[in-house]
């Protein structure tokens, strides 16, 4: 077989790894990219086969599930915003639903109560629930008077 013939191949199976996501034809795709190489050094069909078949099978029995576990592994850092969430915070200016100043790791954030009905007054210690753009929303760490 021509090594632009899998050459060929290994851009159609590209594409179709490019719409599903799965990462077994972009493996495929890379075996036929080695079945290419060999091709070009002018080894026969049965070397290109076999170099194809070891490439696909090593990529889809070893590197798959090692890149799949990557995948799905979450860092267990959080980082900008996301990373204030769950954080103390204290009151400086009465939180209500539409206005509020809380200190917020040594800064002062916009605040919102999570319950838009609460009034949280100055000097009370709440719970940073989310984070939406520059407003932290927040609910009381104590029961209110």
């Known amino acids: 077989m021509p090594w632009f ?3 060929l191949l290994a851009a159609v ?3 179709a790894e490019f719409f599903s996501l799965t990462l077994v034809f972009g493996l ?5 990219l080695i079945a290419a190489v060999v091709a070009g050094v002018d080894v026969g069909l049965l070397g290109q086969l076999v170099a194809f078949g070891v490439s696909a099978a090593v990529g889809l029995l070893v590197i798959r599930p090692i890149a799949m576990r990557h995948m799905r592994h979450q860092s267990p850092y959080r980082e900008g915003s996301d990373a204030l969430i769950g954080r103390r915070a204290e009151v400086i ?3 209500t639903a539409t206005r509020g100043l809380v200190k917020l ?3 002062q954030w916009s605040a919102r109560p999570l319950d838009e009905s609460l009034v ?3 000097g009370v210690v709440v719970d940073v629930m989310a984070i939406e ?4 929303i927040v609910y009381p760490r104590e029961p209110l008077p």
Request: negative net charge.
């Open 13 to 15: 199976l590209g594409a």
């Open 93 to 95: 200016r009465e939180v």
């Open 133 to 136: 753009g520059a407003m932290a």
């Open 105 to 107: 790791s040594g800064e």
């Open 28 to 32: 495929l795709a890379g075996g036929a």
């Open 120 to 122: 949280i007054p100055v």
């Open 5 to 7: 013939a899998w050459l």
